[in-house]
C-alpha cells in the first residue's frame, strides 16, 4: 500500500509539472495538450519505462551459458528471497555499476555493468545483486523506472521551453494565460531542479531499506559493505556515461564524481551506507 501511494502521489507531482509547462507554452490550451500527453506517458511508463532504460544503457540480456556464475547468484538469491528469477542482463561499460528495473517481481530485470563483474569478487556480487533484489521484493523498481522516465520528459521539455524563450517562443498575451518569455526561462530553470528533488525524496530512504533487506538475502552485510567501499573508490577514476534522470535506480550515483551532482544526489552518502550495514549483526 505504501508503494502504491508513493507511486501515484509521483504521478501526480511530475503530470502537474508537465501541465504546468504546457500552460507556460499555450495557456489553457497548452494545458490540455499537457494533460493529453501526461495521461499517455504515465500509461506507457508503466508498460515500457523498463525497456527504455535497458535500451538507453544497451543492457543485453545473458544466457547461464554466458555467464554461469552471475546467473547462479541470482538464481540462489531468488530462491532466497521467493521471488521468480529476473532476467539478467550485463552493461557494456567499466564503470562498476547495477540497477534493478520492471513494473513488478514477474517482469524484473537485474542489470550490472561489465566493470562490476570485472572488479569484484563473488561475496562483493553477491552483496550487490542481493541489494538490486531487495529493490524488487520491496516493490521499488517500477516507481524508480517511472520516476526515470517522467523526469527525462521534464528535462527535454524544460530544455524546449529555454530555447523557445530565447528566440521569442512562449505564449503571446499573458490573458491568455501562458507565462510568456520570463515564465518560460523561470520553468526552464525550475522543472528540472523540481524532477531532481521527486528523484531525491523517493529514493534516498528506499537506498537504506534495500541495504538491510540485501544483507539478509546475502546471509552477511560484509560483502555489499565491501562493494560499496569499492564502488565509492572508483566511481571518480571510471566515470559512467549515464542520464542524470536515471541516477536514482543505481546501486550508487553514477554521476558522483560530478561536483555539482554531489550537492543533489539520489543517493544516501556511501559512509553512512557502509556504517550502517557494519552495524547489523551477520
Not at 74 to 82: E, I, K, M, P, Y
Not at 102 to 114: I, L, Q, Y
Not at 160 to 188: K, Q, T
Request: charged share 15%; with cysteine.
Amino acid at each position: 500500500m505504501g508503494n502504491r501511494l508513493r507511486t501515484t502521489l509521483l504521478l501526480a507531482v511530475l503530470t502537474a509539472l508537465i501541465v504546468f509547462i504546457g500552460n507556460l507554452f499555450g495557456g489553457r490550451q497548452g494545458m490540455v495538450i499537457a494533460l493529453v500527453l501526461a495521461a499517455g506517458m504515465n500509461f506507457f511508463s508503466y508498460w515500457f519505462s523498463d525497456k527504455i532504460v535497458l535500451r538507453m544503457y544497451r543492457a543485453q540480456p545473458v544466457t547461464p551459458e554466458q555467464a554461469p556464475e552471475l546467473y547462479e547468484i541470482v538464481q540462489t538469491l531468488s530462491q532466497r528471497a521467493g521471488l521468480p528469477m529476473p532476467k539478467v542482463c550485463l552493461i557494456p561499460q567499466d564503470a562498476p555499476n547495477a540497477f534493478a528495473t520492471g513494473r513488478n517481481p514477474e517482469h524484473a530485470v537485474v542489470a550490472v555493468t561489465r566493470g562490476l563483474v570485472q572488479l569484484m569478487d563473488r561475496k562483493e556480487v553477491m552483496g550487490v545483486l542481493a541489494h538490486e533484489m531487495a529493490h524488487v521484493k520491496n516493490r521499488d523498481i517500477l516507481i524508480g523506472s517511472i520516476a526515470a522516465t517522467m523526469a527525462g520528459a521534464i528535462m527535454m521539455l524544460a530544455t524546449m521551453a529555454r530555447y523557445s524563450a530565447i528566440f521569442g517562443g512562449g505564449s503571446r498575451s499573458d490573458d491568455e494565460g501562458g507565462g510568456g518569455i520570463l515564465g518560460l526561462l523561470a520553468m526552464s530553470l525550475l522543472a528540472p531542479f523540481a524532477a531532481m528533488v521527486i528523484q531525491m525524496a523517493i529514493s534516498r530512504s528506499r537506498e537504506y531499506l534495500a541495504d538491510s533487506t540485501g544483507a539478509q538475502f546475502a546471509g552477511s552485510p560484509e560483502g555489499l559493505a565491501r562493494a560499496l567501499e569499492k564502488l565509492g573508490a572508483y566511481s571518480g577514476r571510471l566515470p559512467m556515461d549515464a542520464h542524470p534522470s536515471t541516477a536514482h535506480m543505481f546501486i550508487v550515483s553514477p554521476l558522483s564524481g560530478r561536483s555539482l551532482m554531489n550537492l543533489f544526489s539520489t543517493h544516501p552518502p556511501l559512509e553512512e551506507r557502509i556504517a550502517r550495514l557494519r552495524g547489523q549483526r551477520a
